[in-house]
């Protein structure tokens, strides 16, 4: 709870708490997208972006209204 962002993009100086967000975070500035997707070949920052994407080509929808019970 110090506020302490040990880690520091040399590119834009923004801090970050852990050196995996300072690596996941370097790819604004050099542009890899190493998460691709094998229906379209959208690529991605994040896994998780890709995970959220891949909803697109199945029609998941995980969660539920909790008034309607509508997936979305």
């Known amino acids: ?4 962002r040990p880690f520091e993009c040399t590119e834009c100086g923004k801090g970050f708490l852990w050196r995996s967000a300072l690596l996941r ?7 890899e997208r190493p998460y691709a997707c094998a ?6 920052r994040q896994s998780a972006h890709l995970t959220q994407h891949r909803r697109t080509h199945t029609g998941e929808r995980p969660y539920a209204c909790a008034d309607c019970g509508r997936g979305f």
């Open 1 to 4: 709870h110090t506020g302490e």
């Open 25 to 31: 975070h370097g790819r604004v500035h050099s542009g």
């Open 39 to 44: 229906d379209c070949g959208d690529s991605f």
